[in-house]
Nanobody, 123 residues
Framework: QVQLVESGGGLVQTGGSLRVSCEASGLAFAAYDMGWLRQAPGKEREFVAAIRRTGGVTLYANSVKGRFTISRDDAKSTVYLQMNRLKPDDTAVYYC????????????????WGQGTQVTVSS
């Protein structure tokens, strides 16, 4: 079965950087579009970024555009999210997910999820 394992979260000060990773297994990784979504306490899960399977086309939420970069290494079956200039509002559990169909911006359109990794940005 599909397994997604996130890593790299942690505590960082405002303005700092983190890179989170997600290693996939049980699927032909290169054939799938991948996404990062996040969920803060008391809030719904929201789209952060996505990367298509071919050509590396990327999409970002407006709130992270210019600060976050999604990338993938198909040889390692891994998708990354580089987060720079972090803000307290970025505090959330970050999930990677396999895109299914429909709009990239809705969590319901992703079919498999990791367990998440906590990112906390202190002010």
């Amino acid at each position: 079965q599909v397994q997604l394992v996130e890593s790299g979260g942690g505590l960082v000060q405002t303005g700092g950087s983190l890179r989170v990773s997600c290693e996939a297994s049980g699927l032909a990784f290169a054939a799938y579009d991948m996404g990062w979504l996040r969920q803060a306490p008391g809030k719904e899960r929201e789209f952060v970024a996505a990367i298509r399977r071919t050509g590396g086309v990327t999409l970002y939420a407006n709130s992270v555009k210019g600060r976050f970069t999604i990338s993938r290494d198909d040889a390692k079956s891994t998708v990354y999210l580089q987060m720079n200039r972090l803000k307290p509002d970025d505090t959330a559990v970050y999930y990677c997910a396999v895109y299914s169909s429909g709009s990239y911006y809705y969590a319901k359109n992703y079919q498999s999820w990791g367990q998440g990794t906590q990112v906390t940005v202190s002010s």
